[in-house]
């Protein structure tokens, strides 16, 4: 079965300072793998994904995540945060075929001190 | 384009009722999951319909059922309520296969009592 770590539950920040969630998956074979969102009385929101083929790809609102195969990693990063990424953070990875849906991670709560 | 949209807003049940949860997904979709985000357990699936035949379900009880409609509108029904399913389920839809990518509704905050 595959498992997904997030290994930030709680992360803190000024404004204009950079950001990086970790995120490792375990599954032997192909994922696609997914950065979600949840600001503040809102639904959970896509952020970015990964499929195949560039693994760094970049998301909405600044957002960018770095697949690196050979580590399990689907790191996301922003240079610069602001007040307003206040959220929940999941990464999510689903196997080719996709029958088990999407397996989350714990979430990472990140707040953003102005 | 509308997103996926969820029944009820918030329901309120005593232990061993029925709870029945619904779900429209987005125009064109025909794939609609449902996840269970419990407090200290994280979002966790549930089930996957699609086509209108239940596809998988993960690891929870049978008292966990539903069904998908032709309109591809999906409900989801959790028998003899316990106190342990007090949970915001959402349902997510994407288009016909499996690993493309899903979207979200609101979710339903069902509280057992």
């Known amino acids: 079965a595959q498992s997904v770590s997030q290994h930030n539950h709680h992360v803190i920040l000024s404004e204009a300072a950079s950001l990086e969630l970790g995120c490792n998956y375990s599954y032997g074979g192909t994922v696609n793998l997914f950065w979600y969102v949840q600001y503040p009385g809102q639904h959970l929101q896509l952020l970015l994904k990964?499929?195949?083929?560039?693994?760094l790809v970049k998301g909405i609102k600044g957002f960018e995540a770095e697949f690196i195969k050979s580590k399990f990693s689907f790191n996301l990063r922003k240079p610069s945060v602001q007040w307003s990424d206040t959220a929940e953070y999941f990464c999510a990875v689903n196997a080719p075929g996709g029958a088990d849906g999407l397996t989350f991670g714990k979430g990472t709560h990140l707040i953003i001190q102005p | 384009e509308a997103g996926v949209t969820q029944s009820p807003t918030h329901l309120i049940k005593t232990r061993g009722q029925q709870a029945t949860l619904r779900c429209s997904p987005i125009s064109g979709h025909t794939s609609v999951y449902w996840y269970q985000q419990a407090l200290g357990l994280g979002l966790q699936f549930l089930l996957w319909y699609d086509e209108g035949e239940e596809r998988n379900r993960g690891n929870f009880p049978p008292r966990f059922s539903g069904r998908q409609f032709p309109n591809y509108s999906s409900e989801l029904n959790v028998n003899a309520l316990e106190l342990e399913d007090s949970a915001l389920y959402l349902c997510?839809?994407?288009?016909?296969?499996?690993?493309?990518?899903?979207?979200f509704g609101p979710g339903t905050r069902l509280t057992v009592l």
């Open positions: 990964y499929f195949s083929g560039d693994p």
């Open positions: 997510a839809s994407s288009r016909h296969r499996a690993t493309d990518t899903q979207y």
